[in-house]
């Protein structure tokens, strides 16, 4: 744990002294949100001006209000709720409902796909510029497309594993003791059942997570071999310091929701009746998306420094000394 510690706290004094890194997340981040604003926007201000609780929802959401919205306008969530809302029922997800999403909820699972390709993209640069001595937004942008499809192709497997490890551990295992559960006499014993279905997937997920980011931290780290020996590399690394990647991915975990525990002590939407506490409440809301992608940028900073330290002398880009220049032979006389 000490070591997963030390490893985290350089990855976040990296994560701090390349502060572009958290804008060009944000940036990123703010471009696919921006294709929902407009919609949602309107729709919220169509519905909202004639509704007498309108001033009231910035500070106190209505979900009466929501559910009545959801009822009289399908078409503008869809069937994207009911979808949400069955990732920790006992049944699971069901897959058939996604061809009949509509509105925002279809939008959404389109940027959801585009946000794979970028997440590849930044991933990449991010990891790229970390291994940097003097980097830049250049290095960032040239080396995430330089790694984009390499990440890629170790992103959709990863995915595909962590649905499957939904499917079989908590789906599965959901469906194996429905009728064990209700013989439970208690409800809380029915509850923790459910803890423990949910715990065992978490530890899955983590397992593919770290598996796969140990493959990228690898693969940007050792580009002097060749691309099956990073792989196994990678693969290697994980399982070589498994409690230091975990203690790294736990303090990762714990950190960002001290972050998020921050935000509901703060409460910065308190008041927020007055149309004028709007603007603010925005800016605040920036301000921690900013901190929270610093904290991620030192997640994978962190991980880097477990598995590789020192950056390769082959990859830098930065240019090396001239050499020296050779004094001139003297004549030799016959």
């Not at 502060?19 to 919220?44: D, S």
């Not at 979900?63 to 699971?92: I, K």
């Not at 693969?235 to 498994?242: N, T």
């Not at 929270?292 to 962190?302: Q, S």
Request: glycine share 10%; aromatic share 10%; net charge positive.
């Amino acid at each position: 744990m000490p070591r997963a510690l030390a490893c985290f706290l350089r990855g976040l004094g990296k994560s701090l002294s390349k502060p572009y890194l958290a804008v060009a997340l944000w940036l990123m981040q703010l471009l696919i949100a921006a294709v929902l604003i407009l919609p949602i926007g309107n729709a919220l201000h169509a519905l909202l001006d004639r509704s007498p609780s309108g001033e009231k929802m910035v500070a106190v959401p209505d979900y009466g209000w929501w559910e009545t919205v959801r009822r009289t306008h399908p078409d503008v969530l869809g069937n994207f709720p009911e979808f949400a809302t069955g990732l920790l029922s006992p049944e699971g997800i069901k897959w058939s409902e996604i061809p009949g999403m509509r509105g925002v909820g279809a939008t959404a699972f389109g940027l959801a796909l585009l946000a794979i390709v970028l997440h590849a993209f930044a991933l990449g640069g991010t990891l790229g510029t970390l291994r940097e001595p003097s980097a830049s937004l250049v290095t960032f942008g040239r080396e995430g497309m330089r790694y984009m499809p390499a990440f890629l192709l170790f992103t959709f497997p990863a995915w595909g594993l962590a649905f499957a490890a939904y499917q079989w551990i908590y789906v599965g295992s959901g469906e194996a003791l429905r009728l064990r559960v209700r013989e439970l006499h208690t409800e809380q014993a029915a509850l923790a059942v459910t803890a423990l279905r949910l715990a065992a997937t978490l530890v899955a997920l983590a397992a593919i997570k770290l598996l796969a980011d140990a493959v990228r931290t690898v693969w940007v780290a050792r580009p002097d071999l060749p691309p099956v020996s990073r792989f196994l590399f990678g693969i290697g690394g994980a399982f070589a310091r498994p409690l230091r990647l975990l203690g790294i991915l736990g303090l990762y975990a714990v950190t960002t929701a001290g972050l998020y525990a921050i935000w509901l002590v703060a409460d910065p939407s308190a008041g927020g009746e007055a149309r004028f506490a709007l603007v603010p409440l925005i800016l605040t809301q920036q301000l921690f998306v900013f901190a929270r992608l610093l904290i991620k940028i030192g997640y994978y900073a962190g991980v880097s420094e477990a598995l590789t330290r020192a950056p390769s002398p082959e990859y830098s880009y930065v240019a090396g000394a001239a050499p020296a220049a050779e004094a001139p032979e003297a004549p030799t006389v016959p």
